[in-house]
């Protein structure tokens, strides 16, 4: 059950105050059809930071997922079951997303560059040999990623 406020200042201010309550009193009036009575700059702001962080949700299963790639190849001989589990794991959290939200795949290949520098450092970081080790651009190509029975050679 929503409580009912006493005016619209009221509304404004729960944001602040009962972030679940304001949620939940947000989409009755929504449900209700008063659009007037709701706090739209809350609400634009949460809308627009559920859509970050879905695109955060793609980088960082991408880059996991590129991580755990690059160990694999250049790492061959401390190859283990659960980076292969990982890789499998965050693949399918990518599927996912791009099923439920297509869109999500163009930003994907926006960001692919980006996060592959970002897990070429961290698995210099993890495994211990030099960045330069590294290819400076990715050895693995978008499709690789996503392909459920990629894995690469040594």
């Known amino acids: 059950m929503t409580a009912r406020l006493s ?7 729960l944001y602040s ?9 947000t989409a009755q009036l929504i449900k ?21 962080n879905e695109q955060r949700a ?25 980076w292969k589990a990982s890789i499998r794991e965050h693949r399918r959290r990518l599927r996912k997303a791009f099923s439920a939200s297509p869109s999500l795949k163009r930003y ?3 960001v692919f560059d980006e996060c592959y ?8 970081d993890e495994t211990g ?3 330069d080790t590294f290819p400076t651009f ?12 990629y894995l690469p050679e040594e």
């Open 58 to 82: 793609i980088e960082s299963n991408l880059v996991v997922v590129l991580l755990h790639l690059l160990k694999y190849k250049y790492q061959p001989v401390k190859r283990s079951n659960s």
């Open 108 to 110: 994907f290949k926006e």
């Open 7 to 13: 005016s619209t200042t009221d509304t404004n201010n």
């Open 32 to 52: 209700e059809g008063k659009f007037n009575e709701v706090d739209a700059v809350n609400l634009v702001e949460e809308i627009e930071d559920m859509g970050r």
């Open 129 to 131: 040999l030099p960045l």
């Open 117 to 124: 520098q970002d897990s070429r450092e961290q698995a210099a």
């Open 17 to 25: 105050r009962d972030y679940y309550l304001w949620l939940s009193h």
């Open 138 to 149: 990715s050895p693995f190509t978008p499709d690789q990623i996503l392909n459920p029975d």
